[in-house]
T-cell receptor, first 113, second 117 residues
Framework: AQSVTQLGSHVSVSEGALVLLRCNYS??????LFWYVQYPNQGLQLLLK??????LVKGINGFEAEFKKSETSFHLTKPSAHMSDAAEYFC???????????FGSGTRLSIRP | EAGVTQFPSHSVIEKGQTVTLRCDPI?????LYWYRRVMGKEIKFLLH????????ESGMPNNRFLAERTGGTYSTLKVQPAELEDSGVYFC???????????????FGQGTRLTVV
């Protein structure tokens, strides 16, 4: 069965600092991995996804994530945080049925001025 | 192009009452998904429609939940009778491609926050 663990329910960084949101997955098959973001009062939005090929995936708003099979990780990073990055971020893996994705519990990112 | 729209945005009901949530997908999207997030935990899959047919309803928690998609357009999710543990945020998503998560993406609505008191 597939599952996702996000380390840290709340992360706070200073504006301009590195953003690192951690995600580890468990999957019995080669995983397809996703990061979603939910800004206040909005729906979930796809940031990026890994299916096959290059392990470093670039997404919107300057975010990227690296798939590391040996570490079963898919951490999300951004070199320099902006105030507009404040949101909740969800890591996810494609389920055994292509009908669904399995989400982690989310990490709320706060940006300090 | 309008996005996925959910009604209402918030609902507060008493235990034992009935609530109906509605989702209007993006026009032309045959695939419609319901997810929910209970009490700040992970977002969990409920079910997947292809047009008016239930493709996968493995995530529906119990028979108090009934989802319909008559005519293959909008969908409703009814909870009857509601229990305290049903409180949470219910998300709807839609896509055009059956291989949604691989080939494209699911577009999510902003959710309905349900509070059962």
């Amino acid at each position: 069965a597939q599952s996702v663990t996000q380390l840290g329910s709340h992360v706070s960084v200073s504006e301009g600092a590195l953003v690192l949101l951690r995600c580890n997955y468990s999957s019995s098959v080669p995983p397809y991995l996703f990061w979603y973001v939910q800004y206040p009062n909005q729906g979930l939005q796809l940031l990026l996804k890994y299916t096959t090929g290059a392990t470093l995936v670039k997404g919107i708003n300057g975010f990227e994530a690296e798939f590391k099979k040996s570490e079963t990780s898919f951490h999300l990073t951004k070199p320099s945080a902006h105030m507009s990055d404040a949101a909740e971020y969800f890591c996810a893996v494609l389920g055994s049925s292509a009908s669904k994705i399995i989400f982690g519990s989310g990490t709320r990112l706060s940006i300090r001025p | 192009e309008a996005g996925v729209t959910q009604f209402p945005s918030h609902s507060v009901i008493e235990k034992g009452q009935t609530v109906t949530l509605r989702c209007d997908p993006i026009s032309g999207h045959d695939n419609l998904y319901w997810y929910r997030r209970v009490m700040g935990k992970e977002i969990k899959f409920l079910l997947h429609f292809v047009k008016e047919s239930k493709q996968d309803e493995s995530g529906m928690p119990n028979n108090r939940f009934l989802a319909e998609r008559t005519g293959g357009t909008y969908s409703t999710l009814k909870v009857q009778p509601a229990e305290l543990e049903d409180s949470g945020v219910y998300f709807c998503a839609s896509s055009q491609d059956p291989e949604t998560y691989l080939n494209t993406e699911a577009f999510f609505g902003q959710g309905t926050r349900l509070t059962v008191v």
